[in-house]
């Protein structure tokens, strides 16, 4: 499958994007999607992941509450809504994808097959 991430650009600190992942496969409705985030000198960490169904979706700490991940099967996407950015948000951000038979939403980055190539985030202060 060919993830397509888009979405990031500048913003300002409090402000929104919503990036979206775009995926190639028919069946996309079976694959988990997640987002992880890599910021320069950094390693990259887990943001938020949908399970195929949407029923299960987990995000990480430090941005729940302010981040929201949804899908739509019927469209092949994922949406990542960022609201509230911080500066400390400013990363690249991908997206992942890994076909399973249940809801199961690992957090590893070494789980995932599928990757697309990245959008940039830039929260100025």
């Known amino acids: 499958v060919q993830l397509q991430a888009s979405g990031g650009g500048l913003v300002q600190a409090g402000g929104s994007l919503r990036l979206s992942c775009a995926a190639s496969?028919?069946?996309?409705?079976?694959?988990?999607v997640v987002w992880f985030r890599q910021a320069p000198g950094k390693e990259r960490e887990f943001v938020a992941g949908?399970?195929?169904?949407?029923?299960?979706?987990h995000s990480a700490n430090s941005v729940k509450g302010r981040f929201t991940i949804s899908r739509d099967n019927a469209e092949n996407v994922v949406y990542l809504q960022m609201n509230s950015l911080k500066p400390e948000d400013t990363a690249v951000y991908y997206c992942?994808?890994?076909?399973?038979?249940?809801?199961?939403?690992?957090?590893?980055?070494?789980?995932?097959?599928?990757w697309g190539q990245g959008t940039e985030v830039t929260v100025s202060s």
């Open positions: 992942a994808a890994k076909y399973y038979f249940t809801d199961y939403l690992p957090t590893s980055d070494l789980e995932y097959d599928y």
């Open positions: 496969a028919r069946t996309f409705s079976r694959y988990t």
């Open positions: 949908i399970s195929r169904s949407g029923s299960n979706t």
